[in-house]
């Protein structure tokens, strides 16, 4: 009787240590191989061959298709540069300037990567769209109301995902510092 | 208590075994990875299928760029290598090779493509060592991808820079073929 109850004992900590893990390592993204600059996380490996057993979970989980690495790097942020969540709510200002790439793209998604009604039919920008200061530098605005410049509306949804994707880039595996990828940097200026 | 805390490390490093163990078996067993998911737009292998836009109400695959036009070739090498062909949009095109699972084992953009027109030949490994020694020379100008697996995806993407330029840069894409 001992026997058994400790053999149910054991295998149950097996069972919630064992797929736990699991579970948590698929909704957090622990793919090896991230690369954070600010508030942006990259994982260009997981664009490669080499792609970890982790990444390759969460892909096949997630349905996503990764950007090759010989196409570009997508450089992801749910948080602004102080660590606050994204809120749809508030105004949220991305300025500064992009690593070099031949185009880059800055889209909106939900956190299951669904793009955001909104009454504009925005959901992102290209590099060739947006207005730029006379020194080249540019500043995005993401709010729930209209503001002048380069509006993102955010449809006014609690928590979003900043994506900024860089094609034809020297960025990519090898990248370390923020010195060869100075990112973005971003703000959240007002919350109601 | 001793008995206890030796089962609980015993558990412990079952779980372990457990966890690695998911972690490997679940993109066999995954039914909604990208394969799935393009396989219901693409019902035919070895031919190029536009995709539809992401829109709001649905996308077929999540974290989509909504600024580029996309096709895509669910292909199957088991029988024969296949051709892939095309024309480069006005801004930005790419091609990516994915396997069953969404590994992408290999991608290309126009730049390094260097032509008009990308053109290129999939084949397995095998298929590619088949390949009569002098036809290699000859096929010396088209590019040859080697395919880690029999079947995979072949994803077009051309870049719209602004919206008004979506739909001609669609029809470049849908004059893209994929076929042996």
Same mark, same amino acid.
């Given at each position: 009787?001992?026997?058994?109850?400790?053999?149910?004992?054991?295998?149950?900590?097996?069972?919630?240590?064992?797929?736990?893990?699991?579970?948590?390592?698929?909704?957090?993204?622990?793919?090896?191989?991230?690369?954070?600059?600010?508030?942006?996380?990259?994982?260009?490996?997981?664009?490669?061959?080499?792609?970890?057993?982790?990444?390759?979970?969460?892909?096949?989980?997630?349905?996503?298709?990764?950007?090759?690495?010989?196409?570009?790097?997508?450089?992801?942020?749910?948080?602004?540069?102080?660590?606050?969540?994204?809120?749809?709510?508030?105004?949220?200002?991305?300025?500064?300037?992009?690593?070099?790439?031949?185009?880059?793209?800055?889209?909106?998604?939900?956190?299951?990567?669904?793009?955001i009604a909104n009454s504009m039919d925005r959901q992102?920008?290209?590099?060739?769209?947006?207005?730029?200061?006379?020194?080249?530098?540019?500043?995005?605005?993401?709010?729930p109301?209209?503001?002048?410049?380069?509006?993102?509306p955010t449809g006014g949804?609690?928590?979003?995902?900043?994506?900024?994707?860089?094609?034809?880039?020297?960025?990519?595996?090898?990248?370390?510092?923020?010195?060869?990828?100075?990112?973005?940097?971003?703000?959240?200026?007002?919350?109601? | 208590?001793?008995?206890?805390?030796?089962?609980?490390?015993?558990?412990?490093?079952?779980?372990?075994?457990?966890?690695?163990?998911?972690?490997?078996?679940?993109?066999?067993?995954?039914?909604?990875?990208?394969?799935?998911?393009?396989?219901?737009?693409?019902?035919?292998?070895?031919?190029?299928?536009?995709?539809?836009?992401?829109?709001p109400?649905?996308?077929?695959?999540?974290?989509?760029?909504?600024?580029?036009?996309?096709?895509?070739?669910?292909?199957?090498?088991?029988?024969?290598?296949?051709?892939?062909?095309?024309?480069?949009?006005?801004?930005?095109?790419?091609?990516? =090779?994915?396997?069953?699972? !969404?590994?992408?084992?290999?991608?290309? $953009?126009?730049? @390094? #493509?260097? %032509?008009?027109?990308?053109?290129?030949?999939?084949?397995?490994?095998?298929?590619?060592?088949?390949?009569?020694?002098?036809?290699?020379?000859?096929?010396?100008?088209?590019?040859?991808?080697?395919?880690?697996?029999?079947?995979?995806?072949?994803?077009?993407?051309? =870049?719209?820079?602004?919206? !008004?330029?979506?739909?001609?840069?669609? $029809?470049?894409? @849908? #004059?893209? %073929?994929?076929?042996?």
């Amino acid at each position: 009787m001992r026997l058994l109850l400790g053999l149910v004992f054991a295998f149950t900590v097996a069972t919630v240590v064992g797929l736990g893990t699991t579970w948590f390592a698929l909704t957090e993204g622990t793919a090896f191989g991230a690369i954070t600059i600010g508030a942006w996380t990259a994982w260009p490996k997981t664009g490669t061959a080499g792609v970890d057993p982790y990444a390759r979970a969460a892909i096949a989980r997630n349905g996503e298709l990764p950007i090759g690495s010989g196409d570009g790097v997508a450089f992801f942020a749910s948080n602004d540069d102080s660590g606050h969540v994204l809120d749809g709510r508030c105004d949220v200002v991305l300025s500064g300037t992009t690593p070099q790439a031949r185009f880059w793209t800055l889209t909106l998604y939900d956190r299951e990567g669904q793009l955001i009604a909104n009454s504009m039919d925005r959901q992102g920008f290209t590099s060739q769209e947006i207005v730029r200061r006379s020194d080249g530098t540019f500043a995005i605005t993401m709010a729930p109301r209209a503001r002048t410049g380069n509006w993102l509306p955010t449809g006014g949804v609690e928590r979003y995902v900043l994506v900024l994707r860089l094609y034809d880039t020297p960025v990519g595996v090898a990248t370390r510092a923020s010195r060869e990828a100075p990112m973005p940097s971003v703000a959240t200026e007002q919350c109601p | 208590m001793t008995r206890w805390l030796l089962l609980l490390l015993g558990g412990t490093l079952l779980g372990g075994i457990v966890h690695l163990t998911t972690m490997l078996i679940l993109p066999r067993t995954a039914t909604q990875d990208a394969y799935a998911r393009l396989s219901e737009v693409a019902t035919e292998v070895n031919k190029m299928v536009p995709v539809p836009p992401a829109t709001p109400q649905r996308s077929t695959i999540p974290f989509t760029d909504p600024a580029f036009a996309v096709a895509v070739c669910r292909y199957d090498l088991s029988a024969a290598p296949i051709k892939f062909t095309a024309p480069v949009s006005v801004a930005y095109t790419s091609v990516s =090779f994915y396997t069953r699972s !969404g590994v992408a084992y290999y991608a290309i $953009n126009d730049r @390094a #493509a260097g %032509r008009r027109v990308i053109e290129l030949n999939l084949m397995t490994t095998q298929q590619r060592e088949d390949l009569p020694e002098e036809e290699d020379v000859t096929a010396a100008d088209r590019l040859i991808v080697e395919s880690p697996t029999a079947i995979g995806l072949i994803v077009l993407r051309a =870049f719209a820079p602004e919206p !008004g330029m979506m739909p001609m840069v669609r $029809n470049t894409v @849908a #004059a893209a %073929r994929c076929g042996s």
